[in-house]
Structure formats: structure tokens, C-alpha cells
């Protein structure tokens, strides 16, 4: 169905409804309705839009990509995740809330977990996020030239809750920026910081721990 489009002034433009809609959904004279814009298009509705996705899947098809397809549907920002398995899967899917923020287990049994978004959707931003997260990496960074300089392992699982931390606020960040509108250079541009923050992480901490596994005696630390 295609409309033209009437001028209206110097820089509004007018299209009519359908007779057929309008009639339907019993709109009247002077009601207001709901726009909301998306990236091909304009949706028209007497309700707020919906986009919120839901998402079945079938664990034992999944096999050892279970795991990434879960994390696969958290980043691109699925509202209801529901997890059909066996008994055998449930600490297995159970372990994953923990990698999540604002996403968590609503629903489980031995043979169905349902995973629901919680968060508002305007709670944070992704500069805000983005922030927290090179924060989180300028601590690793400290905390593991500490543990190089005084030769302490102790410091070592400190180090390994900050990643886990680091991976956490990335996925969170590179969800938000698939959920909320954004920019075309934003939509682009976060998930590309947030892949780059996580493997960043992931590299440091496995430099601290080669090198703090190392006999003393073989290393030898410059300071800029």
C-alpha cells in the first residue's frame, strides 16, 4: 500500500490513514497515535510499539555451542530466552546468569530454564557503559603490574574477577547498542570496542599469569 504525501508549510508533510485501519482499530478525530521510527521505516500504532523478541531454543541441538548461542541471543538483545534441555543441562544453563546483567533466570525446572530482560532499556547509556569498562580494564592493568613487580600470585584471582567483570560490562554494552536506536556509526562502532575491551582483557590476564608462573630469576621487568 503506498500514500503520497501532502505539504503542509515550509517543512511538515502530511500522509492520510487507511479507511480500512482506522475503521478497524476505531480511530477518531483529534486521537493521538504512537510513531515509532525504525531503521527502514515508520511504524503507526494506537499502542506503544512492541519489538521486544522471543526466542526458543532446543539445548540438545545445540550440543557444545550451547553456550555461544545463548550469549548469541543475550548480545543481539532478545527479551525472552527460553531453554528447553535435560536434567543433565541445568548447571550448565544455570552458571550463565552470572555472566549476564540485566538479563536472569525467571522461570526453571529440570527441563526448561526461561531467561527475561529486566533492565530498562534507558538505565544507561553505551558512553556510560563503554566508560565503565575501560575503568574496569585501567584496574587489571594496575592490579596486574602489582602482582609482576612484587612477584604475588595472591593478587592473580583478582585479576580473573575483573575479566569476568570486563566480559560482563562488554556483552552488556554490545547488547544495549543492538537494542536501543542508535546511529548507524554507533550500531558499528560499539560492538567493535566492546570485542576489542573483552580480548584486550582476556590477553592481559593471560600475560600476568605466564610470566608470574615463570622462576623469578628468568624475569626481568622494565618500567617506563
Not at 500522509?15 to 480500512?20: D, K, R, V
Not at 544495549?176 to 548507524?184: I, P, W
Request: proline share 3%; glycine share 4%; hydrophobic share 35%.
Amino acid at each position: 500500500m503506498r500514500r503520497s504525501t501532502i505539504q503542509l508549510g515550509t517543512k511538515t508533510l502530511l500522509i492520510s490513514l487507511p479507511h480500512q485501519w482506522v475503521a478497524k482499530n476505531g480511530v477518531k478525530k483529534g486521537q493521538e497515535l504512537e510513531l515509532t521510527e525504525e531503521e527502514r521505516g515508520l511504524v503507526i500504532s494506537t499502542e506503544p510499539h512492541s519489538t521486544k523478541r522471543i526466542v526458543t531454543i532446543n539445548a540438545h541441538t545445540c550440543g557444545k555451542l550451547l553456550r555461544r548461542i545463548i550469549l548469541g541471543c543475550y548480545l543481539e538483545g532478545v527479551h525472552e530466552l527460553r531453554i528447553n534441555h535435560e536434567p543433565e543441562h541445568l548447571e550448565a544453563v544455570s552458571t550463565l546468569s552470572k555472566e549476564f546483567i540485566g538479563f536472569d533466570i525467571i522461570k526453571q525446572d529440570s527441563t526448561t530454564t526461561i531467561f527475561q530482560d529486566y533492565a530498562h532499556q534507558n538505565e544507561d547509556n553505551a558512553h556510560v557503559v563503554i566508560t565503565r569498562a575501560f575503568y574496569i580494564l585501567k584496574n587489571m592493568i594496575v592490579e596486574g603490574g602489582e602482582a609482576l613487580r612484587q612477584n604475588n600470585k595472591v593478587i592473580i584471582p583478582t585479576l580473573t574477577n575483573l575479566d569476568i567483570a570486563l566480559n560482563k560490562t562488554a556483552h552488556y554494552c554490545y547488547r544495549y547498542a543492538r537494542k536501543n536506536k542508535l546511529s548507524n556509526e554507533e550500531t558499528l562502532l560499539y560492538p567493535f570496542i566492546c570485542t576489542a575491551l573483552e580480548t584486550s582483557g582476556d590477553i592481559y590476564k593471560k600475560t600476568i599469569f605466564f610470566i608470574t608462573n615463570k622462576p623469578k630469576d628468568k624475569v626481568n621487568i622494565i618500567e617506563a
